[in-house]
């Protein structure tokens, strides 16, 4: 029964993603590289002649938008309640089982919801068949985004996604408004800055507790902060680079940790900060608009069948009516 759900769920994810390829997710079973084998990532559609046959076929793209990429595609597996495991199989279609560490770990696996709850930042264990795993980071019904971030070794950074559906009523919860400050476990945490489509700002986050600043952040995977950003409408998944590294001399244990972010378009996205005090981790969200929020992320569709609709659209996230 567990098992039959859980089908159903990565058939509906499969087709969330795939859209065409639909039919592939409806027979495969998490055990099942049929995704792997149905697509070979030299011929990954790119008849337009920007990529020589066998280069990086999806560099454009930001991460955790392909479940399969380069050769690599994330396959979850059937679990035990309460736990979530996936593999992630290499250009040789067999599990990879060798990765390098890149912020103090092998694999960071995240999840988020659909609409951008629910985040978390959790780090599985690795067997030694390839399969990860780790206690079940997804709290709740609803149509959940996970994502693998990792370097398989000798290969380069990735980022891979896929949706996992966990069967229930989920309530609408539309995203939060922006806004430039916000509290978790007790802690008030400020952001300053804002990204910038297509270039590299500066944002600022500083941590205070009860009015008073905290510089006696800890160190989290390898940094006084670790920042991802999701995009809105696609969950586009951004690497968001730390400014310094705790004991290099220049970089203090707070009350501010400065990240350097790039977003590859105009829009809404969540910042989701994890920083580590009193030996736990928190995690303060923002939501941003990158842009100027009246000009839709994508300009084309609307522009072809609705020539003349431009004035009175100046709201976020109505392209057209
Ligand atoms: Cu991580």
Request: proline share 11%; hydrophobic share 35%.
């Amino acid at each position: 029964m567990n098992t039959a759900t859980k089908l159903s769920g990565f058939a509906l994810g499969l087709a969330a993603v795939f859209g065409a390829a639909y039919g592939v997710g409806q027979v495969a079973g998490p055990d099942t590289p049929a995704v792997a084998t149905r697509h070979d990532p030299t011929d990954a559609g790119h008849a337009d002649g920007d990529h020589p046959t066998g280069a990086a076929p999806t560099n454009h793209l930001p991460g955790g938008l392909l479940v399969s990429d380069r050769g690599y595609t994330m396959q979850p597996m059937t679990a035990p309640a309460g736990e979530f495991a996936f593999r992630i199989t290499g250009p040789d279609g067999r599990p990879v089982t060798r990765y390098d560490v890149a912020h103090d770990k092998r694999m960071h696996l995240i999840v988020a919801r659909r609409d951008l709850s629910g985040f978390r930042h959790v780090h599985p264990e690795l067997a030694a068949d390839g399969t990860w795993r780790v206690a079940s980071p997804l709290a709740g019904p609803g149509v959940w985004r996970a994502f693998a971030d990792f370097t398989p070794t000798g290969g380069e950074p990735l980022t891979l996604g896929v949706d996992v559906t966990v069967p229930g009523a989920l309530p609408a919860r539309p995203l939060p408004a922006p806004a430039t400050s916000t509290n978790v476990d007790g802690y008030t945490v400020t952001l300053t800055g804002t990204p910038q489509p297509g270039r590299t700002a500066e944002l600022t986050l500083t941590v205070s507790r009860d009015g008073q600043p905290v510089t006696d952040l800890q160190p989290y995977l390898g940094a006084y902060g670790h920042l991802v950003a999701l995009r809105q409408g696609d969950l586009a998944y951004l690497h968001v680079h730390p400014d310094g590294a705790p004991g290099d001399g220049r970089t203090p244990a707070g009350p501010a940790a400065t990240f350097y972010a790039e977003v590859p378009s105009a829009g809404s996205y969540r910042l989701y900060l994890d920083f580590r005090h009193g030996d736990a981790v928190h995690t303060a969200e923002f939501t941003v608009v990158a842009g100027d929020p009246g000009v839709p992320a994508t300009t084309a569709p609307a522009a072809t069948t609705t020539p003349t609709a431009d004035a009175g659209h100046g709201a976020p996230g109505h392209g057209h009516n």
